[in-house]
């Protein structure tokens, strides 16, 4: 069994509602020998290799996040896609310690494909930028100003992608237009949406 870090037990010992199911669940991942440690504000176990599986705590559940998720196999139909835009990281989500229990060795079947991925060095394959819709209110401003157009196309394809889907998540025209006129002074410095 691998290591339990002190950062990991506070983070947990701070997390009240959810302290049965993460306990529940880290003694399957150090039980593969997963090192941990926490990344990103929540505990993160890893191999040499790379990330393997993140905790996640929800208002309505918890849940463990695979970063490379849609390359698992999924026999059980338990990993959910967070939104329609996410590409990579898959949950299982969990809403009581019966259930992490009851699924421990689908738990640790599903772990041992993320480190057989990660260790065969497999990558998922991200839509190119391209692929994702510019909306109508944004490409008008980028057809009505060439340096917020190259300015646009100098940021890395995540940031873009950013971008695109923030604009273009808003129902309105009107909204969507303030949004881009918001973040124009951004995009400008080479910015991406969270910088």
Known sequence: MAERTPQV??????????RD??????????DLGLKEEI?????????EDGNIV??????????????KGA????????????????????????TGVEQVRELRPVIREYLENAIEIEAAGLQVD???????EVPEEFQTRMDEDPAL?????????????????YFGGAKQSETRSRR???YIPKIMDGEGLRD
């Open 71 to 94: 390359l698992l196999d999924d026999p059980e139909h338990i990993l959910i896609q967070m939104t329609e835009n996410t590409q990579a990281a898959r949950q299982i989500r969990f």
């Open 39 to 47: 990344k990103w504000m929540s505990p993160c176990y890893t191999t």
């Open 21 to 30: 199911e993460f306990e529940a669940l880290r003694e399957i991942v150090l």
């Open 9 to 18: 037990d506070g983070y947990i010992r701070k997390n009240k509602q959810w």
């Open 54 to 67: 993140i905790f996640q705590a929800f208002k309505e559940y918890c849940a463990i996040m695979f970063p």
């Open 126 to 132: 991200f839509k190119d930028t391209d692929e994702f």
């Open 149 to 165: 157009k190259e300015a646009f196309e100098a940021l890395t394809p995540g940031r873009q992608r950013g971008y695109l889907l």
């Open 180 to 182: 881009v006129e918001q």
